[in-house]
C-alpha cells in the first residue's frame, strides 16, 4: 500500500469566532497546516464562515475536553471562554494551547471555500498528558454526528457500536458524558426518519 506523503494531515480542533456584536461560536474542525498556514475550509452556509468574513480572524483551540466537540453537535455551546492576546476573539479557558489566526487569502468556492490564515499568536496553557482511545471514540462519533443527513443510519450505527468498545473500556466521566449526548442525538435521528418513513 502506497501512502500519499503530500497530503496535510487533518488536525481535530474548536475554532472559536466572534461576529461584529462580540457574540462568541464555537465550531468543531478539521484543520490543516499547510505551508506554514492554516487551512479551514467550512461548508455553506456557517455561522464561522460568516464570522471569518467579517472579522478575518479565529481562533483554533487543542483540547483534551471531548464534551465541546460533542457539545456543538448536540446544542451545548455555553463553554468559558477568555479574550484573545491579539486578534478579536476568545478561546476556551479548557484548552491545552491555543492560536490566534490571521486571514491571508481565501480562495472562494460556492460549496466550501478556503480560508488560509496565519498564526500570529500561540499560548499553552497546560501539558498534553496522552492519548486516550475513548477520547478518539467521541472524536470520530462526533463526525459521524455532523454527517446525520448524508450518511445512512445504518452505517453510522456500526460505526457507532465498534467505537463504543474504546468507550467501555478507556472512558472517564466526561468521555461517557459527551458519548451519551452524541448517542442521544443519533437516536432523535433515527426517530424523525422513522417517523416520515411511516407518514
Avoid at 451545548?76 to 494551547?97: E, P, T
Wanted: proline residues 3%; aromatic residues 8%.
Amino acid at each position: 500500500m502506497h501512502l500519499n506523503k503530500q497530503k496535510p494531515k487533518i488536525f481535530e480542533t474548536i475554532v472559536t469566532t466572534v461576529d461584529l456584536d462580540g457574540h462568541a461560536h464555537l465550531a468543531p474542525f478539521g484543520v490543516r497546516e499547510q505551508d506554514d498556514l492554516i487551512l479551514i475550509s467550512p461548508f455553506r452556509p456557517s455561522a464561522s464562515l460568516d464570522n471569518f468574513l467579517l472579522t478575518k480572524t479565529a481562533v483554533i483551540n487543542l483540547t483534551d475536553d471531548v464534551r465541546v466537540f460533542a457539545g456543538a453537535l448536540t446544542g451545548r455551546r455555553d463553554w468559558s471562554l477568555s479574550k484573545a492576546i491579539k486578534v478579536n476573539g476568545v478561546f476556551l479557558d479548557s484548552a491545552l494551547c491555543h492560536r490566534e489566526l490571521s486571514l491571508v487569502d481565501l480562495k472562494d468556492n460556492e460549496i466550501r471555500p478556503e480560508f488560509l490564515f496565519k498564526v500570529v499568536h500561540e499560548e499553552i496553557h497546560s501539558a498534553f498528558k496522552g492519548f486516550n482511545r475513548a477520547q478518539a471514540a467521541v472524536i470520530e462519533l462526533s463526525v459521524l454526528v455532523s454527517r446525520l443527513n448524508i450518511l445512512p443510519i445504518e452505517k453510522i450505527e456500526t460505526e457507532m457500536d465498534y467505537l463504543k468498545i474504546a468507550i467501555e473500556k478507556t472512558a472517564g466521566e466526561r468521555e461517557y458524558e459527551a458519548w451519551t449526548w452524541l448517542v442521544e442525538k443519533i437516536q432523535n435521528h433515527k426517530a424523525e426518519i422513522s417517523g416520515e418513513n411511516q407518514a
